[in-house]
């Protein structure tokens, strides 16, 4: 059964900072991955998804890549904010599905 | 705009009561899934369905059961059969493009207390 690690399980740095959030999945044939962030009470919304034929995307200051010989995702966000703040997760799904498995999420805190 | 609406927000129900969990789409997308989320945990697969009138169990399906008689709409019912109903439950939609490259969209979540 697919698991899925999300490290570090909270990260807190102050505002202007580089970060890298990780993911990795039990099982390496990781056919679409999907990257979300989830503000407190609410539903997760969509920031990069990187479909089977791709490496990497990027949109603004963030930038998600996924090495599909190890199953590990890595979410890269430049230049933090205050508003960056949220809890973060990785949802992946294996060839022929359509279903995600999760990790449990990092929870970032970008201090002004 | 479109999007999934949950409803409600919040639900509150006494133990042994069975209670329906509401979930709308207007993106006309095929497949619609739910999931449960507990603090410390990742989200969980409840029920999936990618037709009308077709849905099957994902990995925590006991306790809970769900239709699809139209395609904009999968009702989550958690029956007095589920131990531990307490959770917050999000809804999602995709399409379903045959490349299994489709993103998931999902809704704000209904927080169900059962007390």
């Known amino acids: 059964k697919q698991e899925v690690t999300q490290i570090p399980a909270a990260l807190s740095v102050p505002e202007g900072e580089n970060l890298v959030l990780n993911c990795s999945f039990t099982d390496s044939a990781i056919y679409n991955l999907q990257w979300f962030r989830q503000d407190p009470g609410k539903g997760l919304t969509s920031l990069l998804l990187?479909?089977?034929?791709?490496r990497e995307q990027t949109s603004g200051r963030l930038n998600a890549s996924l090495d599909k010989s190890s199953g590990r995702s890595t979410l890269y966000i430049a230049a933090s904010q205050p508003g960056d703040s949220a809890t973060y997760l990785c949802?992946?799904?294996?060839?022929?599905?359509?279903?995600?498995?999760f990790g449990k999420g990092t929870k970032l805190s970008v201090i002004p | 705009d479109g999007g999934i609406t949950q409803s409600p927000k919040y639900l509150f129900r006494k133990e042994g009561q069975n209670v329906t969990l509401s979930c709308e789409q207007n993106l006309n997308h095929d497949a619609m899934y739910w999931y449960r989320q507990d603090p410390g945990q990742g989200l969980r697969l409840i029920y999936y369905?990618?037709?009308?009138?077709?849905?099957q169990k994902g990995d925590i399906a006991e306790g809970y059961s769900v239709s699809r008689e139209k395609k904009e709409s999968f009702p989550l019912t958690v029956t007095s059969a589920q131990k531990n109903p307490t959770a917050f439950y999000l809804c999602?939609?995709?399409?379903?493009?045959?490349?299994?490259?489709?993103?998931?969209?999902f809704g704000n979540g209904t927080r169900l207390t059962v007390t």
């Open positions: 369905s990618q037709i009308v009138n077709d849905f």
């Open positions: 949802g992946g799904s294996g060839a022929g599905s359509y279903q995600l498995t």
């Open positions: 999602a939609s995709s399409l379903l493009t045959g490349s299994y490259n489709s993103p998931l969209h």
């Open positions: 990187i479909q089977s034929s791709q």
